[in-house]
């Protein structure tokens, strides 16, 4: 008698569980019930959702994640989707996704001031170098997250503090080094400035020059910004054999 009555306590606590697992499931499925979201499966086991299927973006399969993490019921997330769409060469993907990002991050605060350098491995991306501000950085990220092509996405982008003085520096030294008449030419395209990257009051310059000369000319603008503590210039010459960081 009292294993039988164990034994229907036991199956009346499994239906509750069964009927939350099941909710769960639905609920997980009306999530990813976008068009975009139509070869993905879900599945969920123990409060586990496991995620399968493609997509055509990676943003969208990081969206598919967000969808499923809010489900009722969902402890964690076991993530599988895979990134199709055409095979794109990493030299072609790292071209597209630096004019990607120089050009989305024109509207926010002037190009010349990102550091961000972009590397690609078999269609993962490697985000790096320094961003001026938190909202340049997850507007890079963005940019990248909705490239075709790309299959994950590292971030590893420092962000440069905020603050008023080094917004003033940052200033002074795009307008010394731009307005410098042998310089300016940098400025036309976006892709190609020189970059000025502030932190703390030091000046890191990055990016490629044509010549020794302007290099060299963009360090001693940099040098003449007041309130700056140091200058390091990281700046290439094209073509040419790359020196070691100088004052």
Known sequence: ????????????????????????????????????????????????????????????????EQKIRHVHGVQAIRDEIQVAGAEISDQQLQAKLIN????????????AFQA??????????????HAAGPIAASDAVAAVQNTKGVKDVIDNIQVDPVSPMDNQIRIEAY??????????????DPQKPIRIQVANGHITLYGTVDSEADK????????????????????????????KPGK
Do not use: W
């Not at 060299?216 to 054999?241: D, R, W, Y």
């Open 1 to 64: 008698m009292k294993k039988t009555l164990l034994c229907i306590l036991a199956a009346a606590l499994a239906v509750p569980a069964a009927f939350a697992q099941n909710d769960a499931q639905s609920s997980a499925q009306k999530a990813l019930s976008a068009s975009r979201f139509k070869n993905v499966q879900v599945e969920v086991q123990n409060g586990v959702a496991t995620l399968t299927g493609t997509v055509g973006l990676y943003s969208e399969k990081m969206n598919a």
């Open 100 to 111: 990607t990002i120089s050009y989305s991050l024109l509207g926010y605060v002037p190009v």
């Open 116 to 129: 961000i350098s972009v590397e690609v491995h078999n269609g993962v991306v490697v985000l790096g170098g």
């Open 175 to 188: 307008r010394r080094i731009y307005g410098y008449p042998s310089l300016n030419k940098y400025a036309i």
């Open 216 to 243: 060299n000319t963009a360090g001693i603008q940099a040098n003449a910004v007041s309130g700056a503590f140091s200058v390091t210039n990281n700046l290439q010459v094209a073509n040419g054999s790359n020196e």
